[in-house]
């Protein structure tokens, strides 16, 4: 059975590469390609909603498959955990699945994951995220996720120092960690976690240079496995095993 898929956001940059796999995958097909701004409604008779709008508009679209009972799968950025508490409950009313891929390059996704894995060895740890001048949003939901990832494995250990956050050029704290957001010409995105201890520090460093090629593979297995979903899932981690993170386990005394 081919699965019909529409795009909200399909005439943008993420969107225009979300429909290039779609188009290309067995399976699949564009049901609709939706800008932000045109009428929600054009995303009936789909089997799947794919959201890569703007953070403005992304939680009126993932009300609306859920209304319609469509799953989503959700690639705008802006979607911390906060923001997803307060969709959960319409998604399990409903029973239908909204995925949350806060990155579909699998790269970042291990970048992530390591800076996690790494979190509770390092008292100190904090991001430094850059994208091109035209994203609307800062920080990236890329960084969110990683200092949500951070904070979640180190367990006990409490929130990473952060000492005089209360001057604005410390960055934004989510979840305690200091991230900082450059927006600037010539760059596609970058993500630096800085991990500092006593006499050491450490730096996970990952470059997006190619989105189409980088993001392919992640919306290939988001797509397959969004079909399916049942509730809120958040992260290209819950499909892959990264065979990473044990380390952190132990440290944190699981």
């Known amino acids: 059975m081919t699965t019909r898929v529409a795009i909200v956001g399909g005439t943008g940059k993420l969107g225009g590469i979300i429909r290039a796999v779609v188009e290309a995958e067995p399976g699949f ?5 939706l800008s932000s701004r045109d009428d929600i409604a054009r995303i009936d008779g789909a089997d799947l909603v794919v959201d890569a709008s703007t953070p403005a508009v992304s939680v009126d679209v993932v009300r609306a498959a859920v209304e319609r009972g469509i799953n989503i799968l959700v690639g705008t950025s802006g ?4 923001r997803i508490a307060l969709v959960r409950p319409l998604v399990e009313a409903a029973g239908t699945g909204a995925v949350f891929i806060p990155n579909f390059s699998l790269g970042s996704v291990i970048g992530s994951a390591l800076a996690a894995a790494a979190a509770p060895f390092f008292p100190s740890v904090e991001i ?9 949003d800062s920080p990236s939901g890329t960084a969110v ?3 949500e990832l951070v904070a979640a494995a180190r367990g006990e250990q409490g929130p990473v120092l952060a000492p005089h956050v209360d001057q604005r050029a410390r960055g934004q704290q989510v979840a305690s ?9 010539g760059v596609v995105a970058r993500q630096e976690v800085v991990l500092s201890g006593p006499g050491e520090s450490l730096s996970i460093v990952h470059d997006t240079i190619e989105p189409a090629a980088a993001y392919a593979p992640g919306i290939r297995i988001a797509l397959t496995h969004a079909v399916d979903a049942r509730g809120v899932v958040v ?10 993170g044990r380390a952190g386990a132990v440290a944190a005394g699981a």
Do not use: N
Request: proline content about 5%.
């Open 29 to 33: 097909e564009v049901h609709a390609t």
């Open 79 to 82: 979607w911390s955990t906060e």
């Open 128 to 136: 430094v995220e850059a994208h091109r001048d035209t994203k609307v």
């Open 145 to 147: 996720r990683t200092a």
């Open 177 to 185: 960690v200091p991230v900082h957001s450059l927006r600037r010409p």
């Open 235 to 244: 992260g290209l981690d819950s499909f892959i095993d990264l065979g990473i």
